[in-house]
């Protein structure tokens, strides 16, 4: 157990429907990571935020957002979904600068069917 | 074009074997290489490398960065049947967040 959980574990929804997956970071990590892996894509970035701030942004499309709140805790909305949305979606915290191995702790992920 | 690449994409040994995987980057302003272990669920962490020719260990798993020629290996001495498993390396470059190769998939068989 990683300490990140996610919820839900699991998702199943239809073409031009939203959803909302959530995601709490470990205790004491500001930085929350989006991930989305699919079986030919592999692991790939979507959006990190830093204490409530958006930090970077990788290939996360516009149908696609996220926020951090106060608590650090992160929502990754997925709007107007297409059969290609299907994918597992992790969340993952990383510790403070200066802290253990600064490594990313991955959550169980959410995975994503779109029918 | 893909800036970490994994070699071999899947790999078949019998338990007992050893095995090397190989992770090559090509970024400028590296700054570390991570890899990590996904069986049915999350990645778990197995290293983070930041300089050359240090070796990390952890039982039976070892891994080496080497920054001139840009690749890492892991290496998995008397392999057993939990280490089936897919492997991915990434790496972290300016500010760039981790970007990950595609994997290496490690079955074992008993």
């Known amino acids: 157990d990683s300490g990140v959980t996610q919820t839900p574990k699991h998702l199943i929804t239809a073409t031009g429907q939203r959803v909302t997956l959530r995601c709490s970071p470990r205790?004491?990590?500001?930085?929350v990571y989006w991930y989305q892996q699919s079986l030919d894509q592999g692991l790939q970035f979507l959006i990190q935020?830093?204490?409530?701030?958006?930090?970077a942004k990788g290939n996360i499309l516009e149908r696609f957002s996220a926020q951090q709140f106060p608590d650090l805790h992160s929502e990754l909305n997925l709007s107007s979904l297409e059969l290609g949305d299907s994918a597992l979606y992790f969340c993952?915290?990383?510790?403070?600068?200066?802290?253990?191995?600064?490594?990313?702790?991955f959550g169980p992920g959410t995975r994503l069917t779109v029918l | 074009e893909d800036k970490v690449v994994q070699s071999p994409l899947s790999l078949v040994v019998h338990e007992g074997d050893t095995v090397t995987l190989n992770c090559s980057y090509e970024?400028?302003?590296?700054?570390?290489l991570l890899w990590y272990k996904q069986e049915k669920k999350a990645p778990t962490f197995l290293f983070m490398l930041?300089?050359?020719?240090i070796e990390k260990k952890s039982g039976r798993l070892s891994s080496i960065l080497d920054k001139k020629e840009l690749f890492s290996i892991l290496n998995i001495t008397a392999t057993q049947t939990g280490d089936s498993a897919v492997y991915l390396c990434?790496?972290?470059?300016?500010?760039?967040?981790?970007?990950f190769g595609k994997g290496t998939r490690l079955s074992v068989i008993a």
């Open positions: 935020y830093y204490n409530g701030e958006e930090r």
């Open positions: 930041t300089s050359s020719g």
């Open positions: 993952a915290s990383r510790p403070r600068l200066g802290q253990g191995n600064n490594e990313q702790f």
């Open positions: 970024v400028t302003n590296f700054r570390s």
């Open positions: 990434a790496v972290e470059w300016g500010n760039t967040p981790l970007v």
């Open positions: 205790s004491g990590d500001l930085s």
